[in-house]
């Protein structure tokens, strides 16, 4: 599966929206982007997956670059429950995908 | 709709004791299941996946082993305890892609 980097931590205002930005230039033409987010002390939690188009959700939007080799999952009206460490996962998908979860970013609401 | 169980949510266990974590799905059949384990500070790492029953593969060397006696029903386990073993075990599921349910994890402490 091809890398990602994200940055270690951002700081985002109550209200404003949270732009979290995510490099995957090794990615391959059949893997998917894939968001997760951990809050602290419980299992990660699905946030939206994308392969070229953007996409939207309840929680958020995936914004995929042309040339696919960077995302950014926006998050439109931070609350203060959004805090928590953000994951971005390249994969396949195909039988039993083994999600390898690197360091994220650390993304703090700030009241 | 589906849901994952996963207990005990606290544990003490003293080195050298036995282990027994179980982790158990609803609503769903033929899930992949994973186990992982997520030390102090440290990133999440997958210990073990099965994509059915008595088929467990290991990520990793360790104390530890999986297996999986139902469907839907996934054994974390170690013969003896190590002080290293302590931290945050996570199960999850998934079916046809890498939309991951996890469980509320088990926060194992080795004394």
């Known amino acids: 599966d091809a890398k990602t980097t994200q940055p270690p931590s951002m700081d985002c205002a109550e209200g404003r929206a949270a732009n979290l930005p995510c490099n995957h230039s090794?990615?391959?033409?059949?893997?998917?982007v894939y968001w997760y987010r951990q809050i602290h002390s419980q299992g990660p939690q699905y946030i939206i997956h994308?392969?070229?188009n953007n996409e939207t959700n309840e929680m958020a939007s995936l914004i995929i670059t042309e040339d696919r080799k960077s995302s950014t999952l926006i998050l439109p009206h931070a609350t203060l429950r959004d805090t928590a460490v953000y994951y971005c996962i390249v994969t396949l998908i195909q039988g039993a995908q083994k999600l390898v979860f690197g360091q994220g970013t650390r993304l703090t609401i700030n009241p | 709709s589906q849901t994952i169980h996963q207990w005990p949510a606290t544990l003490v266990q003293p080195v050298g004791s036995p282990l027994s974590l179980e982790c158990t799905v609803e609503?769903?059949?033929?899930?992949?299941l994973y186990w992982y384990r997520q030390a102090a500070g440290r990133g999440l790492q997958l210990l073990f996946y099965s994509v059915g029953i008595g088929q467990i593969s290991s990520e990793v060397p360790q104390n530890l082993s999986a297996s999986r006696p139902q469907d839907r029903q996934f054994i974390l386990s170690s013969k003896k305890l190590l002080l290293s073993d302590s931290g945050f075990y996570l199960c999850a599921w998934s079916v046809t892609d890498a939309r991951y349910t996890f469980g509320s994890g088990t926060r194992l402490t080795v004394v």
């Open positions: 994308g392969l070229k």
């Open positions: 090794t990615i391959s033409g059949n893997e998917y």
């Open positions: 609503g769903t059949s033929n899930p992949n």
